[in-house]
């Protein structure tokens, strides 16, 4: 049987502790049952997403073009940086929830852009809503801060019969949201900030479970539109806010999503 040296050990001794915490921080996330976005499709370019229980653990992290977040629990506390990009404040200033990413990926004003998140679970009903915040400079060195300067592009809330966007709508989709950039929306370097809220213990404040995610992404195309009003993260959402506190086992009316109205762009 052929020898093993030192040097042919250490790679295979690493692959194997990297299969064995991803495996077990799979097994962790199947049991907390939350999810995050895996997948990026813009156009017809996929882009893997940041995937929080396998990046982190390679010696140089492969690069994304999605912000990365600390795993795939929720945002609870809406005064908190977090709620931005997705983050983890109280587990150090690596988790702030708006580190840029290394990458950027291209899509055309007027495409549309899928989202694939991990499996969502049943019982975490509610919205899913878009924005998205165009960046003043290198969008690889950007970071928004409180500042006000994010504008709604799409929503999908509950419909006439009661389905909500997610779970309902999107594991019906096979796990895959939807939406279409402005046709109109003006060139330039954006972030895509999407999340779901997850209402199932949303009858009080704090207990709406938000989980954000930020795509770096250049806008393509010969538009000239951009928004004139904006909002920011945090700042958008309080525990006032329409449809933050809303209890989805006794209220079976329409549901008020949070934030502005959607802006199109004049498409």
């Excluded at 989805?248 to 329409?254: E, H, Q």
Aim: charged share 10%.
């Amino acid at each position: 049987m052929k020898s093993i040296n030192r040097g042919e050990l250490f790679p295979i001794m690493f692959k194997l502790a990297i299969t064995a915490a991803v495996a077990l921080l799979g097994l962790i996330s199947q049991v907390e049952a939350h999810g995050y976005v895996q997948e990026i499709t813009l156009g017809s370019t996929k882009y893997t997403g940041y995937l929080p229980y396998s990046d982190p653990y390679y010696p140089t992290p492969p690069p994304r073009i999605v912000r990365k977040i600390p795993g795939n629990g929720p945002v609870e506390d809406l005064s908190l940086i977090d709620v931005q990009c997705n983050g983890w404040t109280a587990g150090g200033a690596q988790y702030a929830g708006s580190a840029p990413a290394p990458l950027v990926g291209t899509v055309a004003a007027g495409s549309q852009v899928k989202l694939n998140w991990t499996l969502w679970p049943d019982s975490h009903e509610g919205p899913m809503i878009t924005y998205m915040a165009r960046a003043p400079s290198d969008i690889t060195k950007w970071n928004p801060g409180t500042s006000a300067v994010w504008f709604k592009v799409h929503q999908v809330g509950k419909d006439s019969s009661g389905k909500w966007a997610a779970a309902d709508i999107l594991n019906a989709n096979n796990g895959i949201y939807t939406f279409t950039i402005p046709k109109n929306l003006k060139a330039g370097q954006y972030i895509i900030r999407h999340e779901i809220l997850a209402l199932h213990s949303a009858y009080t404040y704090p207990g709406v479970q938000v989980y954000p995610s930020c795509i770096q992404v250049q806008v393509t195309g010969s538009g000239s539109a951009l928004p004139t009003s904006f909002v920011s993260f945090p700042g958008a959402y309080t525990g006032s806010t329409p449809g933050i506190v809303f209890d989805i086992y006794t209220n079976t009316g329409s549901y008020p999503i949070p934030g502005p109205a959607v802006w199109t762009g004049g498409n």
